[in-house]
């Protein structure tokens, strides 16, 4: 079979289409995915520094605790509860009756989502929290 | 594999099933995953307490499981993306190779680190 050759380009065509939920869904899905496998190179390389002793090791982590590097972890878990919501969804659709219910399951899954993601702020930042908050309670 | 006419011979359905299995069990593994990191954020993070877990059978068959595994999930999440576009032979080839190359080169990188201690 011979590719027919059209002018048009994949990023134009998928643009082009008019998107319900599962559209949005499927290139927040594709994003997400290559972040995170990126990110799982990033995460495997640093936890390299464990054959390098305790020293390095903990120097890293302390790094890790950087206001910038919580943040980063922040927007992670974002990528992370994303893809894993969606994955869900996919999960439910292509094995279950998904199909029936699957802008429902969108919406209650993003509300899942956001209260989630919000959440892990408080458990990522609560030790700035606290501290700014320490004089009014 | 065959690149010129992959879209033809070869369906993906294995690796389309592989991908939900290995889906579902890196739901739960990220679940319990979290909740150890973030849960309390001092635990857990220091030198002594992640040689602890990997020096612990459980801990470090858990921690191969997931590399590899998740390795797997994502880089062939990346290949499926790619399979999407009109690619021209020796780019499919190249960019198979780089995943393929990259893939063992980090899963060997993580597994060397797990089984260390």
Known sequence: MKLKKT?????????SYRKEVGGWAWIIHRISGIALTAYLYVHIYALSTLTKGKEAFDAEMALFQTPIFKLLEWILFAFVLAHTLNGIRIVLVDFGKGAYYHKKAFAYLTAIGVIAFLVMGYFIFSKEINYLFAGLI | MSFRYYGSRKSGSIGWLLQRITGIFLIFA?????????????????????????????????YLTFITLGLWHGLNGVWSILRDFKMKHWVAVTLYGVIIVSGIAFWVLGVTTALKF
């Open chain 2, 30 to 62: 990220m679940v319990g995953h979290y909740i150890l990191m973030h849960y309390t954020p001092e635990a857990g993070h220091s030198y002594d307490q992640s040689v602890a877990r990997l020096s612990n059978v459980y801990w470090k068959m858990f």
């Open chain 1, 7 to 15: 002018n048009e380009g994949y990023f134009k065509l998928v643009a």
